[in-house]
């Protein structure tokens, strides 16, 4: 098991939620401060190094127009990474590539990552939340296959090593790719995929890559990885999915204390109470299928939505799988019971800061998890453990 | 329902043909809401002339095949679709997007059409850049939308829990075609500006005065790229005259 802390730089100093009808896309950015952004910066990235010097890895993300995550250059801050941090390995969930015009590009910044941090990368690819399309102006109709194609030429750009190449595609047009650096890694790095889809979950596993998924909870997770599975054995790569080809990202507080986790946790749902954003950018066109749309405008939850609002609440997020919060018995209880119902995933992607959770409780936080819950999940689930057979794995535990 | 289809290219078309009437056909092209054979303007446009409407790719039944993502697709894709129906020249009638459509038909083959009309055409781009032309309808509350789209969005509003799964599909379908067809450039193609002036044939530009996605500013810079246009206003009516004003919108187009 591997434990990774997850930052999204946040900005949290926001008038009225009452005052704005969208956090994302639309608020102005005359409410952010530079002064206080740079002091935020230096802060966050003091607290992923904190969280390597525990033995944890880093992993960051990038999303646009939005206070919830200052950071529409991932790679930017991942190169500021590359260099501050020694031995984390360095997890970028990800790149959007349905969003970006140029892949090759995408591949350059990725390759001189790898080189700057002496072959630390883990390079993760996403689709990009429905909010992202309108700041990227992206089409969000076939996303999907432009994510693909974009991906796979990528990794052409990684592993083609004997001049320029061509690529005609259906989205992406290049006469000459020939990129400088290439990957320190070989083949390549390690490639991550973000879905929370089942569909999208099989696609991962028939291509081998590590699959994420955000806040699924219990059931979808354990569909979404039901799913992978099945993609990647029939694609032909044998029976046994290593739990290391899965990821699951929760927010995760861990205290010395009930109560002081307790407050941890709290501060934490600010992720999902201060997500406001209405339905013209929460759903564009073409975003979800037309089937789905039916079904919404019937009344379903948005599973789009992975901030549902059942998980306001630190009972209802601990209960729905989305959070993982306490003591660290309590948190290890916690992470044993999805891990199980899910059939066991390698990578914990922990959302461990948030809003107001200031700097001093999201170290104890990452301290308290990395002293008292990972060794045990380490030694619990090892990395060789074999994703889907629960039932197995819980009675070697006993 | 005189309901048919047709195979233009590889692509399976919807097709509404009225079959009855003398002289030339109208070709009528929907806008980005779809068409229904039951909307009120149907039967009164094909009274005396024969009126053939088809659904556009990705709208109603018809197909949306994976290479097409543009209105210069559908343009070709129509002027092929006359040659299947043997139409040497038609009557040409396209609202919204489909004037867009019928606008590119137009610069491309102009000798086919004897008369185009235009209600609430978008495809062109006339204002500076610093301001969308057509506002984003993608990017607003429904409510909103609503609102710059009817003069009477309360008579006029789809109303949803009355609609059966399929037509709540080919509601959201329409919607995601629309978007796929119009997103980037916004509602338009830089070079039809350029291609304008060789559409000859007489030219009406229709605007519903409350139309709050084509502005008479636009439709009148629109109309001067053509060098035989006329314009008119339908009253009490917003982007969707044809709709709201069926009279009056077939009066104008006959």
Known sequence: MRAWHFSENAYPYLPPADSYPSIRVSLPNRIYDPAKGAALYDRYIDEWLIAEEEGVEIMLNEHHQTATCVDPAAPLMLAALARLSKKARLLILGNPIANRRQPVRVAEEMAMIDVLSHGRLEAGFVRGVPYEVLPANSNPVRMNERHWEALDLIVKCWTHHDGPFSHEGRFFHHRSINIWPRTIQQPHPPIWVSSTSPSGAAQVGAHGYVQATFLTGFDNTKRIFESYRRGWREAGRGQDVPIDRLAYAALIYVGDTEARARAGAEKLLWYVTANKVPPYFSNPPGYVPVAMNVQLAKGAHNVVSVFGTKQATVEGAIEAGTMFAGTPDQVFEQIKKHWHHVGGYGNLLIMGQAGFLEHDDTVHGIRMFAREVYPRLKELFPDTTISGMTGQVAAAAI | ?254
């Open chain 2, 1 to 254: 329902m005189p309901v048919t289809k047709a195979k233009v290219a590889d692509v399976e078309l919807e097709l509404f043909d009225s079959g009855r009437g003398s002289g030339r056909p109208i070709l009528f092209l929907h806008g980005g809401g779809g068409f229904s054979g039951r909307q009120p303007f149907v039967a009164l446009l094909s009274e005396k002339r024969r009126l053939v409407v088809p659904s556009h790719p990705g709208f109603g039944k018809s197909a949306l095949p994976d290479w097409l993502d543009s209105v210069d697709d559908i343009a070709h894709l129509y002027l092929e679709l006359m040659d299947v129906l043997k139409f040497d020249r038609v009557d040409l009638v396209g609202c919204s997007i489909g004037g867009w459509i019928a606008a590119e038909m137009a610069t491309k083959s102009p000798e086919r059409f004897s008369r185009l009309v235009l209600a609430g055409p978008v495809g062109v781009k006339v204002g500076p850049p610093d301001k969308l032309d057509i506002p984003d309808i993608f990017a607003k509350p429904e409510t909103e939308v609503q609102k710059l789209t009817y003069h009477d969005p309360e008579r006029m509003k789809p109303d949803t829990s009355k609609m059966s799964d399929d037509e709540l599909a080919a509601m959201f379908r329409a919607r995601e075609t629309l978007a796929l067809l119009t997103w980037e450039p916004w509602m338009h193609n830089p070079k039809l500006k350029r291609r304008l002036h060789r559409v000859s044939a007489p030219t009406l530009f229709i605007r519903g005065e409350s139309d709050g996605l084509v502005s008479q500013t636009y439709l009148d810079a629109y109309a001067r790229l053509l060098p035989n246009a006329s314009t008119q206003t339908i009253r009490h009516a917003g982007h969707v005259p044809q709709l709201e004003q069926p009279a009056a919108f077939t009066a104008a187009v006959r």
